[in-house]
């Protein structure tokens, strides 16, 4: 089948990239043809009338995506080695991503490319497609733009990234109408099981994150040839002096060094890996220490001692859905904890991988059952 995935826009996020990748290799191992497409996102009038130096930083940043890796093979521009976080993202999705489609800029665009094409199941997810403040356009997650007529509509692992409420009782109502034109609805959280069913009046299923789907072998691919040291590996998306703390802590115990190859720092010490560097650091370190949802997910598919800091900004109920699946809450810990008797504390990863595969085998049928109907009962 020609299968279309309508997700968030990439931008330089490891987890975002990662998860479409292994959607798209899931769908493609079934022997489906797969392209990604997504919108551009442009910020409310309000928001891009304050901010015009924001506006031109982000359509610079857009340019800089596509063209540095041109520029650079060109021998037009000197890589900054390792440091260069635009070129390391665009040139993973260049590469494996061969089938993308273009950034589209309007829903009048999605339309036309939907008719002309006429692809035989579209599928909205993974990541917090339905989460009002990601989404370039809610309606377009809700795939308003293919004909229900000519295209089945699944949503895989769509997350709401909340465990309340956001969407306006205008857009609710408009929601409402359109995820009842989907075969299938599952979600990332067991809260967005509730979610749906209380406000878009739709059943719904709690099933796996995408990269935990497609499972570890999917990604040793992209680290094999790579040298990559052990030790605790930190992926901290928003650092703080009481995580800081945390950290060194973690490191004093286990009596290990800490990677710091990520940062959202901006000084000379930031260095920003690409998202092959990033899957290895999971798969060959000691421990992992991390606020991240994804960076949870790799731990625990790599089979890796873990801490997970609750990220309440970004998204809690991500954590305590994954978590807690998987009889694994005494993992997450507010910042301001003491993790030193969680160190000495092993996991049980025989007992996670097979509920884990009682996991996969579940939200494969989802899945299945989505694009094939009854045919895959």
Not at 161 to 188: K, M, N, Y
Not at 220 to 239: C, M, N, T
Not at 340 to 365: C, H, K, Q, W
Request: with cysteine; proline share 4%; glycine share 4%.
């Amino acid at each position: 089948m020609n299968i279309t995935i309508y997700t968030l826009p990439f931008h330089t996020n490891y987890g975002g990239i990662l998860q479409s990748f292994a959607l798209s290799k899931v769908l493609e191992k079934q022997g489906h043809k797969v392209l990604v497409s997504t919108r551009f996102y442009v910020a409310p009038l309000k928001v891009r009338a304050k901010s015009k130096v924001r506006a031109k930083r982000k359509i610079k940043g857009v340019i800089k995506w596509f063209l540095m890796p041109i520029l650079i093979r060109l021998g037009l521009k000197k890589q900054e080695k390792r440091r260069d976080r635009v070129y390391n993202y665009s040139s993973f999705y260049q590469t494996h991503f061969p089938n993308a489609l273009p950034v589209f800029h309007s829903t009048a665009e999605l339309k036309k490319f939907y008719n002309d094409f006429k692809p035989q199941v579209c599928i909205t997810g993974s990541d917090q497609v339905w989460r009002r403040a990601y989404a370039p356009n809610i309606y377009n997650s809700f795939l308003d733009f293919a004909d229900k007529n000519k295209t089945r509509k699944v949503a895989y692992a769509a997350s709401f990234g909340v465990d309340h409420w956001e969407l306006t009782p205008e857009e609710t109502e408009r929601c409402a109408q359109l995820i009842q034109e989907f075969s299938i609805v599952s979600t990332r959280e067991d809260s967005g099981v509730d979610l749906c069913r209380q406000y878009l009046h739709k059943e719904a299923f709690h099933v796996l994150d995408p990269t935990l789907l497609a499972g570890p072998d999917v990604f040793r691919p992209l680290f094999k040839d790579l040298e990559i040291k052990g030790g605790v590996f930190s992926y901290v998306l928003d650092e703080n002096p009481n995580k800081q703390k945390m950290l060194d802590t973690v490191c004093q115990t286990l009596q290990m060094q800490a990677s710091d190859y990520f940062s959202e720092k901006t000084d000379e010490k930031a260095v920003f890996i690409s998202p092959n560097e990033w899957v290895g650091h999971f798969a060959n370190c000691d421990f992992v220490f991390t606020d991240s949802f994804h960076g949870t997910c790799f731990a625990i598919m790599f089979n890796k001692p873990f801490v997970a800091i609750y990220n309440a900004g970004r998204g809690n109920a991500r954590f305590t859905s994954l978590l807690k699946s998987l009889d694994l809450m005494d993992r997450l810990v507010d910042e301001s904890a003491d993790v030193t008797a969680l160190l000495n504390t092993p996991i049980d990863y025989d007992r996670v991988n097979r509920r884990l595969e009682e996991l996969r085998e579940f939200s494969m049928g989802i899945l299945n059952k989505g694009i094939y109907g009854s045919e895959a009962l």
